[in-house]
């Protein structure tokens, strides 16, 4: 079955950029999502199609994809940007979550 | 603006089947894609299975044997079946709607999630 692979933990100091990987076996052919959870609380789309924005998710949340690899990018992290993040891709019909990392903002 | 609600119970007995209901309110479920996920206590998440509209669904394989999902368009909500749980069913259960271009989108609304406890 496909796997998606994520740093269980990720730290960064408020005003920093975060940066949480995802990797996964040509992840580059495929559109991935991210979702942010925070505690006691259902997931939130943050990225789709790589790096597409919904409406509403501030702008300093941004996406790449290159080759194995997807980055979901947090620029001038926030105390309220600490959260679990969750990539997530499509693999043939069937959806594949990676594990979760964990943002520590401190 | 799209609300999803889980419903069912919140404690379901070992070898015994757990059914929920995901009640969508804002929007018709004669449209886009839904799907079910789950997490145990301090896990990440794990997608069970989705369905379109029209009846149409795909499961994932390490749960298909034991997963039904379907649909009632004209109460507007769809449902899981997970048969034969274990305590290893023990979770939060949320229910999504995916966004209008499948394998593109991603799933832009969730439910509050319900809790299921296995046990005897």
């Known amino acids: 079955s496909y796997e998606l692979t994520q740093p269980p933990s990720v730290s960064v100091s408020p005003g920093q950029t975060a940066s949480i990987t995802c990797s996964g076996d040509k992840l580059g052919d495929k559109y991935v999502c991210w979702y942010q959870q925070k505690p006691g609380q259902s997931p939130v789309l943050v990225i789709y199609?790589?790096?597409k924005r919904p409406s509403g998710i501030p702008e300093r949340f941004s996406g790449s994809n290159s080759g194995n690899t997807v980055t979901l990018t947090i620029s001038g992290t926030q105390a309220l940007d600490e959260a679990d993040y969750y990539c997530q891709a499509w693999d043939g019909s069937t959806v594949v979550f990676g594990g979760g990392t964990k943002l520590t903002v401190l | 603006q799209v609300q999803l609600q889980e419903s069912g119970p919140g404690l379901v007995k070992p070898s015994e089947t757990l059914s929920l209901t995901c009640s969508v309110s804002g929007d018709s479920i004669s449209s886009y894609c839904w799907s079910w996920i789950r997490q145990p206590p301090g896990k990440g998440l794990e997608w069970i299975g989705y369905?379109?509209?029209?009846?149409?669904?795909n499961y994932n394989p390490s749960l298909k044997s034991r997963v039904t999902i379907s649909v009632d368009t004209s109460k507007n909500r769809f449902s899981l079946k997970l048969s034969s749980v274990t305590v290893a069913d023990t979770a939060v259960y949320y229910c999504?709607?995916?966004?209008?271009?499948?394998?593109?989108?991603?799933?832009?609304?969730w439910g509050q999630g319900t809790t299921v406890t296995v046990s005897s």
């Open positions: 199609q790589d790096n």
């Open positions: 369905i379109y509209y029209s009846g149409s669904t």
């Open positions: 999504a709607r995916h966004g209008p271009v499948l394998l593109l989108d991603g799933m832009n609304v």
